[in-house]
């Protein structure tokens, strides 16, 4: 089992700046890639960015490229998310997850931070 905790949610004005961070904690030496996600109200949870735990590849979605930045800690087993030059429209839940490397689906899931971006 592997247990994820994000915190560094709040609420920011437009243009603003947050960090979230997910620090992972249990058998955490099977992860192979740590994934952001969000959902906002009425909508679909969507990828953002993830990192592979080895090596460091990151990969992020449209939205995301020029404005967040993934990384990562090892020694801490923490994800960070740097969310930068913030939108109203990126108000949502944000999850981290990870998925060991035998599995095509992240299975563990935090409980999730909330953002809120005020125009």
């Known amino acids: 089992q592997v247990q994820l905790v994000e915190s560094g949610g709040g609420l920011v004005q437009a243009g603003g700046s947050l960090r979230l961070s997910c620090a992972a904690s249990g058998r955490t030496f099977n992860m192979y890639v740590m994934g952001w996600f969000r959902q906002a109200p009425g909508k679909e949870r969507e990828f953002v960015a993830s990192i592979r735990w080895s090596g460091g590849n990151t990969v992020y979605a449209d939205f995301a490229e020029g404005r967040f930045t993934i990384s990562r800690d090892n020694a801490k087993t923490t994800v960070y998310l740097q969310l930068n030059s913030l939108k109203p429209e990126d108000t949502a839940v944000y999850y981290c997850?990870?998925?060991?490397?035998?599995?095509?689906?992240?299975?563990?899931w935090g409980q999730g931070t909330q953002v809120t971006v005020s125009s």
């Open positions: 997850a990870t998925r060991p490397t035998w599995r095509n689906e992240y299975n563990y």
